[in-house]
């Protein structure tokens, strides 16, 4: 999907249960692949919504002592002032939108379609909907941060989507992502797009890691997602790991040897993401 349009395999998929109507657009994680994530999707899915998990490619990353792994872009390193593959986040970025795009022309609005991910993929996805020309119902950025952040104004008047809804979640005890980031990441976007669209929740005592379970209680948060339409926003209340034992973790099939050795493998959040109507 990134780099080179032919590196990575056709995204997981899972259809909508009827006539597609809207959808969403899922990023996984360094190391990762998108078939967790639309295992997860396939549990919990509304049936007008089509799922998308695409796949990054297979790439050294510098992070990783060069190591090859799906990879979004290269990562250089974990500090706020580390240097940032601008080349290949914007290449990425591209990519994404031509997904976009492509939904587009398979009939689904652009501004019924979510864009979403989790630490790199969430990272790519903000910077995508920040980019894009085509209007989104929003975003879902879990434990990430917002790449190239020096590269935007203060104010994103003209952007298509200064008025998009976004719901970023981050555990405060993340080690990969520090908490900080997260934090640092909202406040930037608050002076980017709209601020009342902005929703951040914090996880006490969640690491660079998930429970997958979604408890049965979801808030509804009234929305507009495009020219004063209705809509609603349907957010998830993901499960705080304690370590009691309590959340039993789905692993992914496609793991990558460096999360596991990191101990820091991505769960697949069973998140029953916003809902378009």
């Not at 006539?19 to 692949?33: E, N, R, S, Y």
């Not at 492509?102 to 991910?117: C, F, T």
């Not at 929305?223 to 009691?244: H, I, K, Q, Y």
Request: aromatic share 8%; proline share 6%; charged share 15%.
């Amino acid at each position: 999907m990134c780099g080179n349009n032919m590196s990575a395999p056709l995204p997981a998929i899972v259809p909508a249960a009827r006539k597609a109507t809207a959808a969403v657009i899922f990023l996984h994680g360094l190391g990762d692949t998108g078939h967790g994530w639309a295992e997860a999707f396939a549990g919990i899915r509304i049936p007008h919504v089509k799922y998308i998990c695409p796949h990054a490619p297979i790439m050294p990353v510098t992070l990783n002592m060069r190591m090859n792994m799906p990879s979004w872009f290269d990562i250089y390193g974990l500090s706020p002032n580390a240097n940032e593959d601008e080349a290949g986040i914007k290449r990425a970025s591209e990519n994404i939108k031509a997904l976009i795009d492509q939904e587009v022309k398979n009939g689904i609005p652009s501004h019924r379609i979510i864009l979403g991910g989790f630490s790199q993929g969430g990272a790519l996805s903000l910077y995508t909907a920040l980019t894009t020309q085509q209007k989104l119902a929003g975003v879902v950025a879990l434990s990430c941060w917002l790449p190239l952040h020096k590269s935007f104004p203060q104010a994103a008047a003209n952007s298509a989507n200064k008025d998009m809804h976004v719901l970023q979640c981050h555990g405060d005890a993340d080690p990969l992502v520090p908490y900080a980031f997260g934090i640092q990441t909202a406040e930037k976007m608050k002076g980017l797009i709209n601020p009342a669209n902005i929703t951040f929740k914090s996880y006490r005592g969640l690491p660079h890691s998930a429970c997958p379970e979604v408890r049965v209680g979801i808030r509804k948060k009234k929305g507009t997602f495009d020219r004063g339409v209705p809509s609603e926003m349907l957010f998830a209340s993901f499960c705080v790991f304690t370590g009691n034992g309590g959340c039993q973790a789905i692993h992914r099939k496609a793991a990558s040897s460096y999360q596991r050795r990191m101990n820091t493998s991505v769960s697949a959040h069973l998140i029953n993401i916003n809902r378009v109507l």
